[in-house]
């Protein structure tokens, strides 16, 4: 077995024999726990599974509100996808989508909810909430949805491709520049003037 000063001396040493550490050193990848992370939805047979969630979206607001409104989200029965995001054996992430609607002389117009939406302090600002917003509206475009709506950090969610200029003629008791809408055909809101309406468990 080499010892460590030979492994050392190879490593740094170019084809030409020059030591050139620049050349040889090889690479060293740090590998983070949210490099194997998979985005897939919620196993709702699983009672530890619903635990953790409540648990992430404990932490991640500061107390039990939102972890509560999932709850009472699913006993509604208006729960569209929800959506965890898993390192090996550990959710660190969650997203909800629920039915709401919007109210117009006309009649009524399907949107989806976006909330909660929460990821574990220790594991934020490494994509983790980027991943479950993607993947979520891409599930909901390929299942029919056409409008969805959030109510949220208005530096976050436009990068996704919510904009408050979409809310324009939509009623709401939310601040103009926090609620924002996706239009996932394009178009589809041109028109739509009305009074949003949320599921009971928003309590709006
Ligand atoms: C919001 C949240 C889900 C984002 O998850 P994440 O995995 O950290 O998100 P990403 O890594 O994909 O994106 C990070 C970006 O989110 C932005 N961001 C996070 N929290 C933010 C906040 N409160 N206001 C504005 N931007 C915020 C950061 O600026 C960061 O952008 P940057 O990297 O350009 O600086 C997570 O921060 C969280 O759980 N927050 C507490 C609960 C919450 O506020 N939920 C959303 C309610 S609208």
Redesign the pocket.
Known sequence: MADSTSTEAQLNTTASGENDRKTKRPKIVNVRPEDNLIIREENTKDAAERSAIHSINEA??GGPDEADLVDKLRAEGVVLVSLVAEIPERIV?HILFSRMSIETAAGSVSAVAVA????LPK?????????LIHHGLNLLRNRGEHIVIV???P??YPRFGFSSEKTRSLESPFPQDAFMAMELSPGVLDGVRGVVRYPHAFGI
Request: glycine share 24%; hydrophobic share 35%.
């Open positions: 991640a607001f992430g909660p939406m929460a990821v594991h934020q600002r490494r994509g983790i909430g980027g991943r109510v949220g950090h530096d976050y």
